[in-house]
């Protein structure tokens, strides 16, 4: 299994691309993690200012500069799923 590039708990700006609609840009926390069988992975991202929830790819997101990563803790794909 690959490692995920970020973390549940980590704050990220979402990039949103040409048919994202209405999503808000700001600044988003990673509250799930999801690895596809291609092997890239989803992340659920929700925004601080106004709880907005969103699922996003690795491609679309980046950490926020500045902001500290968490303190590495449990595997985050094993211990909190993504639920539909």
Do not use: C, K, W
Not at 20 to 29: I, K, L
């Amino acid at each position: 299994m690959i490692p995920a590039l970020l973390v549940i708990g980590e704050n990220v700006e979402f990039e949103p691309q040409r048919f994202d609609g209405n999503a808000p840009t700001g600044v988003f926390v990673v509250v799930g993690i999801r690895q596809r069988e291609s092997g890239t992975f989803e992340y659920r991202v929700r925004h601080l200012a106004d709880g907005y929830d969103l699922i996003a790819r690795g491609s679309e997101i980046r950490r926020v500069p500045g902001i500290p990563s968490p303190a590495p803790g449990p595997d985050p794909i094993r211990h909190a799923p993504l639920r539909h």
